[in-house]
Antibody, heavy 120, light 108 residues
């Protein structure tokens, strides 16, 4: 079954670190660029980060640049988001999503998300 | 950055109604506009890509239109399963994508 499953969410203190994972099933993970998208409580969807199919050329939203790092291990079909110097405003559900080049880069597969709670 | 403005931000409708949501881009994006349905606790679902192409498996009561800066999502014959929040997304500047603010469709 084609799906993405996120893990690694939890409670983190302001200034702390957390690493999220996203494991892919049912498609050739190494062929596709992958995205992180978050939704803070009561807010809409916000793009966070992108990694190219080969793990090179990563891009970040201004709100997380310099603090978050995305990477991937194609041998493990897994995408990562390393979150450092976490802020209160980073609290959200974090989704990973697959880009679809044949559909003008629309996100055709999404995970259900993992919660990040920021609290001292 | 390309901004997307959705309207309305919320609406109330009845089963069987026809509903239209609009999305306006701050600059021309050709047809690089997608629509998603999102329910609480679930993965967002791609409905429409490239402004008007129906994603595989999505009911035909969903349709999209527009190009350039103005786009629409129409749901004909609204069904109970359609009550959700809908987002537009531009991928003209992919991977630097942006989403609209969302439209919550509620039961009247």
């Amino acid at each position: 079954q084609v799906q993405l499953v996120e893990s690694g969410g939890g409670v983190v203190q302001p200034g702390g670190s957390l690493r999220l994972s996203c494991t892919a099933f049912g498609f050739t993970f190494s062929d596709y660029g992958m995205y992180w998208v978050r939704q803070a409580p009561g807010q809409g969807l916000e793009w966070v980060a992108f990694t190219r199919f080969d793990g090179n050329n990563n891009f970040y939203a201004n709100s997380v640049k310099g603090r978050f790092t995305t990477s991937r291990d194609n041998s493990r079909n897994t995408l990562y988001l390393q979150m450092n110097n976490v802020r209160l405003e980073d609290a959200a559900v974090y989704h990973c999503a697959k880009g679809s080049p044949g559909q003008l880069s629309a996100f055709d597969i999404w995970g259900q998300g993992t919660w990040v709670i920021v609290s001292s | 950055d390309i901004q997307l403005t959705q309207s309305p931000s919320s609406l109330s409708a009845s089963v069987g109604d026809r509903v239209t949501i609009t999305c306006r881009a701050s600059q021309t994006i050709s047809n690089y506009l997608n629509w998603y349905q999102h329910k609480p606790g679930k993965a967002p679902k791609l409905l429409i890509y490239a402004a008007s192409s129906l994603q595989s498996g999505v009911p035909s009561r969903f349709s999209g239109g527009g190009s350039g800066t103005d786009f629409t999502l129409t749901i004909a014959n609204l069904q109970p399963d359609d009550f959700a929040t809908y987002y537009c997304q531009q991928t003209y500047r992919a991977p630097l994508v942006t989403f609209g603010g969302g439209t919550k469709v509620e039961i009247k």
